[in-house]
């Protein structure tokens, strides 16, 4: 494990989360056994990468994560849909937390809490549940889409509202577990979380190999860096001969990480009222800033923003024209990729995953919005309307 703040290394520790020296991030360096081969792995999902895991887990809470669909654009033969919508919460946060949630559970923890802006905290919540332990979440009051709020109290977590935005729950979080040695934190400041959100790298590369690009929303900027470092672990191995570039995709109220790639700068200058309709992506300082930016120029990559109404019609077109339905933030990769080809980032011959981070029913209000035709009649008026439309339309 090594500090990307202060450069601090130390052997692995699973009880380690943050850098034991300067209280910076870490990162947890994985090489592949020599004997690693994608065709002697069993199972399915998350686990079925468990060579490529770092850490001991003698339990494992597992909800069948992973092994989510890839699928082929209608439109473009080129362009794939990662689907993290099929998670068993709803979107690739689960990937994180069976390996987080088991780290807590080996290490002896009976308490847990996790800032979130939804769909961390539906999943801390389930896989709490899973292992019985005690969880305590930190919303945003009235920021977060109605469908991961209500997974949140289903799976029977304690919510603590706050005012503001994600990044103050975020550095609450963060001052809990550096003066409160007994709670686990579930954000993605959490190395181990990342190693289960990497094996979405594995999965692709085994189902198609390693594509020219990856196209990836950006919020707390977690997922973006996992996912590269499970093309680099495999590149090291000399399992791919290259690692796809990394774009990742911001929503132009909440949009740091973009504006950093675009002016060059080491530091990014980060957002005080991120805003955007995109709620899983209104983070104003992602706290894996530093992590994002290397994955993103190491891999010849960049980051863009894209405006909300691109992301509303980036909603819309994906599920009428390609029948796959995803929460706004995770069309930002859709978004983004129509961005990229436009602006000759990328062409059409480029071989393209696009992850689609969350399940459209997270957040049923940006559905509804999205605006279809309902008309409220008599049942016997049904063939009037449809001879209507055939009129109408000849
Ligand atoms: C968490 C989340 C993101 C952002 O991922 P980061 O690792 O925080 O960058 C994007 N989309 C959805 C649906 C998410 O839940
Ligand atoms: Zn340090």
Same mark, same amino acid.
């Given at each position: 494990?090594?500090?990307?703040?202060?450069?601090?290394?130390?052997?692995?520790?699973?009880? +380690?989360?943050?850098?034991?020296?300067?209280?910076?991030?870490?990162?947890?360096?994985?090489?592949?056994?020599?004997?690693?081969?994608?065709?002697?792995?069993?199972?399915?999902?998350?686990?079925?990468?468990?060579?490529?895991?770092?850490?001991?887990?003698?339990?494992?809470?597992?909800?069948?994560?992973?092994?989510?669909?890839?699928?082929?654009?209608?439109?473009?033969?080129? #362009?794939?849909?990662?689907?993290?919508?099929?998670?068993?919460?709803?979107?690739?946060k689960d990937r994180g937390m069976t390996v987080a949630i088991s780290s807590a559970v080996n290490e002896g923890?009976?308490?847990? #809490?996790?800032?979130?802006?939804?769909?961390?905290?539906?999943?801390?919540?389930?896989?709490?549940?899973?292992?019985?332990l005690k969880i305590y979440l930190v919303l945003p009051k009235d920021k977060v889409?109605?469908?991961?709020?209500?997974?949140?109290?289903?799976?029977?977590?304690?919510?603590?509202?706050?005012?503001?935005?994600?990044?103050?729950?975020?550095?609450?979080?963060?001052?809990?577990?550096?003066?409160?040695?007994?709670?686990?934190?579930?954000?993605?400041?959490?190395?181990?979380?990342?190693?289960?959100?990497?094996?979405?790298?594995?999965?692709?590369?085994?189902?198609?190999?390693?594509?020219?690009? #990856?196209?990836?929303?950006?919020?707390?900027?977690?997922?973006?860096?996992?996912?590269?470092?499970?093309?680099?672990?495999?590149?090291?191995?000399?399992?791919?001969?290259?690692?796809?570039?990394?774009?990742?995709?911001?929503?132009?109220?909440?949009?740091?990480?973009?504006?950093?790639?675009?002016?060059?700068?080491?530091?990014?200058?980060?957002?005080?009222?991120?805003?955007?309709?995109?709620?899983?992506?209104?983070?104003?300082?992602?706290?894996?800033?530093?992590?994002?930016?290397?994955?993103?120029?190491?891999?010849?990559? +960049?980051?863009?923003?894209?405006?909300?109404?691109?992301?509303?019609?980036?909603?819309?077109?994906?599920?009428?024209?390609?029948?796959?339905?995803?929460?706004?933030?995770?069309?930002?990769?859709?978004?983004?990729?129509?961005?990229?080809?436009?602006?000759?980032?990328?062409?059409?011959?480029?071989?393209?995953?696009?992850?689609?981070?969350?399940?459209?029913?997270?957040?049923?209000?940006?559905?509804?919005?999205?605006?279809?035709?309902?008309?409220? +009649?008599?049942?016997?008026?049904?063939?009037?309307?449809?001879?209507?439309?055939?009129?109408?339309?000849?």
């Amino acid at each position: 494990m090594r500090c990307i703040d202060c450069g601090f290394e130390t052997e692995l520790d699973q009880k +380690t989360i943050t850098c034991p020296r300067c209280g910076g991030i870490l990162e947890i360096s994985v090489k592949l056994p020599s004997t690693f081969s994608f065709s002697r792995l069993r199972g399915r999902g998350v686990w079925r990468y468990s060579e490529a895991i770092a850490g001991n887990y003698k339990t494992v809470v597992s909800i069948n994560e992973g092994g989510t669909p890839l699928i082929r654009s209608k439109t473009n033969e080129n #362009v794939y849909y990662k689907f993290e919508g099929a998670n068993p919460t709803g979107s690739f946060k689960d990937r994180g937390m069976t390996v987080a949630i088991s780290s807590a559970v080996n290490e002896g923890y009976k308490i847990v #809490v996790a800032a979130s802006t939804g769909n961390t905290a539906a999943s801390a919540a389930a896989y709490s549940a899973r292992a019985g332990l005690k969880i305590y979440l930190v919303l945003p009051k009235d920021k977060v889409a109605v469908g991961k709020l209500a997974q949140s109290i289903l799976y029977g977590a304690t919510i603590l509202e706050v005012e503001g935005s994600f990044d103050v729950g975020m550095k609450a979080v963060m001052k809990l577990y550096r003066e409160m040695g007994i709670v686990y934190p579930l954000n993605s400041f959490n190395p181990w979380r990342l190693e289960g959100q990497k094996t979405i790298a594995y999965e692709i590369t085994e189902e198609i190999g390693v594509p020219d690009a #990856v196209v990836v929303p950006v919020g707390n900027a977690g997922n973006i860096y996992a996912i590269w470092k499970g093309f680099t672990e495999l590149r090291n191995a000399g399992l791919i001969d290259k690692v796809p570039r990394m774009i990742g995709v911001q929503a132009e109220g909440a949009s740091p990480i973009a504006r950093a790639i675009a002016q060059n700068l080491n530091t990014p200058e980060f957002t005080e009222n991120p805003e955007t309709i995109a709620t899983a992506i209104r983070i104003g300082k992602p706290v894996n800033w530093k992590k994002a930016l290397r994955a993103i120029r190491e891999s010849q990559g +960049t980051a863009i923003y894209v405006s909300d109404s691109e992301i509303v019609d980036a909603q819309r077109d994906l599920a009428r024209i390609e029948g796959v339905g995803a929460e706004p933030a995770s069309v930002a990769s859709f978004a983004g990729h129509r961005k990229a080809l436009k602006e000759g980032i990328l062409s059409n011959s480029d071989k393209a995953v696009l992850i689609l981070t969350g399940h459209a029913l997270k957040d049923p209000d940006s559905m509804v919005r999205s605006g279809s035709r309902r008309i409220t +009649t008599n049942p016997d008026y049904l063939e009037k309307i449809i001879l209507g439309d055939l009129n109408a339309n000849s």
